[in-house]
Nanobody, 127 residues
Framework: QVQLVESGGGSVQAGGSLRLSCKAP????????MGWFRQRPGNRREGLAA???????TYAASVQGRFTVSKDSAQNILYLQMDSLKPEDSATYYC?????????????????????WGKGTLVTISS
């Protein structure tokens, strides 16, 4: 099990922005695919974005153009910049690491196939 710690959640109005952070071990940030997914109560997990070991990012259609995933390999932090937030973006957000399969490559769709994840951070968007 990999220790991943999310932070940065909170409550904002629709149209606002939030930046989520995920602290991860160095070898995970540099060598493995990492991603973000969210889950609303009673709903299935929804993959959002992923970034491979080379820094190439992919996104779900629902967040393409609004969310940006990035990583700071010097500080071992994965980010999710969320702009133009909508009430339907309200959920608990998780960062995950893909540990199986081809090292550094991300499974598809983006944000799915994570083998380890953190405890999540709650995002609430008001209309």
């Amino acid at each position: 099990q990999v220790q991943l710690v999310e932070s940065g959640g909170g409550s904002v109005q629709a149209g606002g922005s939030l930046r989520l952070s995920c602290k991860a071990p160095e070898y995970i940030i540099t060598s493995h695919c990492m991603g973000w997914f969210r889950q609303r109560p009673g709903n299935r997990r929804e993959g959002l974005a992923a970034i491979d070991s080379d820094g190439d990012a992919t996104y779900a259609a629902s967040v393409q153009g609004r969310f940006t995933v990035s990583k700071d390999s010097a500080q071992n932090i994965l980010y999710l910049q969320m702009d133009s937030l909508k009430p339907e973006d309200s959920a608990t957000y998780y960062c995950g690491a893909h540990l199986s399969g081809s090292l550094g490559h991300c499974p598809t769709p983006p944000g799915y196939g994570m083998d380890s994840w953190g405890k999540g951070t709650l995002v609430t968007i008001s209309s």
